[in-house]
């Protein structure tokens, strides 16, 4: 039987058991919210975002990766696929278990702004908070002590390599771990060894981050789904070059004899860049993860589905074929597209982790080839209202279009907000836009709702709406810009923006188009 007929019966037999299908409705929004500690966190404010999403009558929240961030402060750009980001450990949580007192989690300077993040003073501040807070929990670790070595023993595998590389890190300035010495650059073991022993105290350090981090969004998990939220994660189909996983793995990516890149990802010049987008990513030695089994692959994708109840895959293209950019080119026009693993990489998922709640980022210029494989896995693709009025956009994402099996966003992390879309894209694209929504003008004020209208009244079996667009929020809470550096990732919900009157209109709308099951 082939693999999209698998797919299918096993959807069939979903909607027989349900009687048919429930067209789901979600909230999505990334870590952006309010707290007194600078950024979102895993804090109070995070389960009332939770009782919001229940009473607004939701049942999904879409989340960006959760792994520590480095240069640019983009997490598509981790330090490891595995480990969590410490800016998100609540600190508040921390002092109630006895490791710091309320005067150290308030007296650290985490910026003035309450909608944005300040990164630089998180990283001076947060790290020195947590380190007060491990030397407390070293000298009582025995109360927590079966939990905590549980938590080693069952992550060992990711856990010290991405520990020992972030202590080498630590003790050489923070340096790409290209730029270590001959010894620690290619793991030798004696330098591993000393290592080891030199900076015993900043591992377990780093496994202590990792203990509160997963302790901390396992309970935030828990309670979002006793309160029907399913939450769905981000698996960005590549790694940073500078980190624990290219470290650790070399044999896993496209490097040469001295462990550099040659090639790197990106995409294409098209409408939107004539220079393309030079992402900086390693490529894949995909010939060597076939012989494993992709067994690096299982193990990320099964790690993953501890952490989230389904799974966006970024740049689904990249698994039909990829754009290699060669190392050291300074745009990305010359690119060639090369195989990825196709159908057999997701067949080997199928067989060894089974049915799994998977979204295909598809968005972009799609071949045949790429269709066909996600047809053939059955996967739900992406579908953006914004960009269905963009004459530079070739793909049809007008709502009228949609099949059901396909997720549906007004926007997303990489676009500007709706509202924003009004001042930014052409005459034509606006002319367009009123024209299919049979409308004399468009309305800035009302816009994101008539958009927000459109994507819940399409037949798409889930409908994600950006929490800026819930707000009609402008330029200023745009998440990211392509291919730019600074201002990116730095939006924040402001305390009491999400009230209870936006709360009751998200309801009343969502029950209007049928995206609501009554408890």
Known sequence: ??????????????????????????????IS???????????????EFVDQLEKAG???WQILPLGPTGYGDSPYQSFSTFAGNP???DLEMLAEEGLLTETECTQADFGEKKEEIDYEKLYKQRFHVLKKAFVRFEKSKEKQEKDYENFVRTNRDWLEDYCLYMAIKDSLGGISWIEWSKELRDREEQALKCARLELAEEIRFYRFQQ????????KLHRYANEHGIRIIGDIPIYV???SADTWANPEL?????????????GCPPDGFSATGQLWGNPLYRWEYHKKTGYDWWMKRIAYSFQLYDAVRIDHFRGFDEYYAIPYGEKTAVNGTWMPGPGIEFFRTVEEKLGHLDIIAEDLGFLTDTVLNLLSDTGFPGMKVVQVAFDSREAANYLPHTYTQNCVVYTGTHDNTTTRDWYHTVSKECRDFAKEYLCKSALDEDQLAWDFIAMAMGSVADLCIIPLQDYLCLGAEARINTPSTLGGNWVWRMKKG???????????????LYGRLTEK
């Open 1 to 30: 039987m082939a693999f999209r007929e698998v797919r299918y019966l096993e959807k069939q037999k979903r909607k027989q058991r349900s009687g048919s299908y429930e067209r789901e409705r979600s909230a999505f929004a990334d």
């Open 33 to 47: 919210l309010p707290s007194r500690f600078g950024i979102g966190c895993f804090s109070k404010e995070a389960y």
């Open 58 to 60: 939701q049942s999904r």
């Open 87 to 89: 800016y998100f450990i």
């Open 211 to 218: 203990y509160e981090f997963d302790k901390q969004w396992k």
């Open 240 to 242: 940073a070059f500078d």
């Open 253 to 265: 990516f496209q490097f040469d004899e001295n462990n550099l890149p040659t090639g790197v990802a």
């Open 497 to 511: 923006q999400l009230d209870e009157a936006l709360v009751r209109k998200i309801h009343k709308v969502t029950k």
